[in-house]
Nanobody, 117 residues
Framework: QVQLVESGGGLVQPGGWLRLSCAAS????????MTWYRQAPGKERELVAA????????KYADSVKGRFTISRDNAKNTVYLQMNSLNPEDTAVYYC??????????WGQGAQVTVSS
């Protein structure tokens, strides 16, 4: 059974940090590129950060460059999103996605991140 389980979300004050994790099971994690998306209330889902299957390349949305870092540990079947200098505009549900070259992909259930004083 394929599962992507996000954790690490929560409430944080502006300027604070959180680290999201996404634990994968039921598929060959190391064959999939991993992406973090987010969706704020009333807005479309947007790409936040992505990393290739071996971890050799990453990309970020302009809005998070320099503040967020995506990484993965293929031995632990886990992808991470370190989020620093959070601001209220980062408030959203964060989803991890696994995607393979042939179009197969999987989604997690989402983790709420709320940035508020």
């Amino acid at each position: 059974q394929v599962q992507l389980v996000e954790s690490g979300g929560g409430l944080v004050q502006p300027g604070g940090w959180l680290r999201l994790s996404c634990a994968a099971s039921g598929f060959t994690f190391s064959s999939y590129a991993m992406t973090w998306y987010r969706q704020a209330p009333g807005k479309e889902r947007e790409l936040v950060a992505a990393i290739t299957s071996a971890g050799g390349s990453t990309k970020y949305a302009d809005s998070v460059k320099g503040r967020f870092t995506i990484s993965r540990d293929n031995a632990k079947n886990t992808v991470y999103l370190q989020m620093n200098s959070l601001n209220p505009e980062d408030t959203a549900v964060y989803y991890c996605n696994a995607a393979r070259w042939d179009g197969r992909d999987y989604w997690g259930q989402g983790a709420q991140v709320t940035v508020s004083s």
